[in-house]
């Protein structure tokens, strides 16, 4: 029961500043998301350390294979882009 009522609590607070201050809402969702978004590539880059570290630990190898394509018409300028011939 106190769970239902805290949670009904805090949507009543989203809500609230949502409409009374849309912009402001907006950023802050926009920095939580970003913030959400590092932790996540953090954690992933440390799980890769892991594994990696552990793989060299017990004599194993791991290889990454890169495969690149082109689009037709296209040409590969070296900074990723790939502007179309007029």
């Not at 350390?49 to 190898?61: D, E, R």
């Not at 890169?66 to 790939?82: H, M, N, Q, R």
């Amino acid at each position: 029961m106190l769970a239902r009522v805290i949670g009904t609590i805090v949507i009543i607070l989203v809500l609230f500043a949502i409409v009374s201050d849309p912009q402001e809402a907006a950023s802050t969702t926009r920095g939580g998301a970003s913030t959400l978004a590092d932790a996540g590539t953090s954690i992933t880059v440390f799980l890769s350390s892991v594994v990696n570290n552990l793989a060299i630990a017990t004599g194993s190898s791991s290889s990454t294979t890169t495969t690149t394509t082109y689009p037709t018409g296209a040409v590969e300028t070296g900074d990723g882009s790939t502007p179309i011939d007029p």
